[in-house]
């Protein structure tokens, strides 16, 4: 295959928890890549909400003290 531009770059964070040196060198197995699906959700505001049973409360809110 010929490619018109060059794949591009991955760049990871990499972080030494342990106490002695890592060296990584060119070549060395350092991550995985997972892909995923990714969905978004459409926003819709409104300024007219109905009565609940929890009230003004808020979410999670029993009414209990």
Known sequence: MVFAAPPPKVKIILFNFGENNF??????????????????????ES???????RGEGGFGHTGKL
């Open 23 to 44: 060296v990584v060198k060119r070549g060395d197995r350092i991550a995985q890549l997972v892909l995923a699906k990714t969905y978004s959700a459409k926003i819709i």
């Open 47 to 53: 300024s007219n909400l109905i009565e609940t049973e």
